[in-house]
């Protein structure tokens, strides 16, 4: 569309936009109170290896050895975190039935980032601030002690230490403004779009 079509475009069906727009911020607003807050709890596990006693030197190759193993360790704890077998225990935990429905819900709600070599984050979501703190501490409780129950019968000395004892818990972030704001250039866009295809195959029928 070419500038001076544009302007005159705009000119048409400037009324109709800006009450769309208008329209689409009243939704913006009315989003804004109606959908629930959401909380998220994060907090960090670290992965070791300690080295054998007989080798207390970390630069020694044991020392080199065991950091190597418990970096590629790391990818594993963070497939058995994201696993059904992990969200099972943590609904037993927690006091929730362990069924189908609950597993999809909840593995949805968990989720493990990489941060470092040898770092972990969990990261879990709740309508409510204790319901995130809950899950956080169910799920990183059942994978410190399945990793240890795995790891007596291969590798006794890998382990995983909780970097703190309790998650760091913050509210989604929502601002009426920016709801607002977004409603309307979303709203005013769309009518743009919806007003230029109609123009065009207004002019084509008359064609």
Not at 32 to 43: C, I
Not at 114 to 133: M, R
Request: net charge positive; aromatic share 10%; with cysteine.
């Amino acid at each position: 569309m070419e500038l001076n079509s544009m302007i005159l475009f705009l000119k048409k069906y400037r009324i109709k936009i800006l009450l769309v727009g208008i329209l689409s911020a009243i939704v913006g607003i009315a989003l804004f109170f109606l959908l629930p807050v959401k909380y998220y709890s994060s907090g960090s596990i670290f992965v070791k290896r300690e080295i054998y006693p007989y080798a207390t030197d970390h630069f020694t190759y044991e020392g080199y050895y065991g950091q190597q193993a418990a970096m590629s360790y790391t990818n594993s704890v963070i497939g058995l975190i994201k696993s059904e077998d992990i969200t099972a225990r943590s609904l037993i935990q927690i006091g929730e039935v362990v069924n189908e429905k609950n597993l999809r819900k909840y593995m949805q709600k968990i989720k493990a980032v990489k941060t470092g070599p040898q770092v972990i984050t969990i990261i879990t979501k709740g309508n409510t601030l204790s319901d995130a703190q809950s899950l956080w501490g169910a799920v990183s409780t059942s994978i410190i002690s399945t990793m240890q129950k795995i790891n007596s019968q291969n590798d006794p000395y890998v382990g995983l230490i909780k970097v703190s004892d309790e998650p760091i818990t913050k509210e989604s972030f929502k601002n009426i403004y920016v709801s607002t704001t977004v409603g309307f250039l979303l709203g005013c866009l769309l009518a743009m779009v919806i007003f230029s295809i109609k123009n065009y195959l207004t002019s084509h029928k008359r064609k």
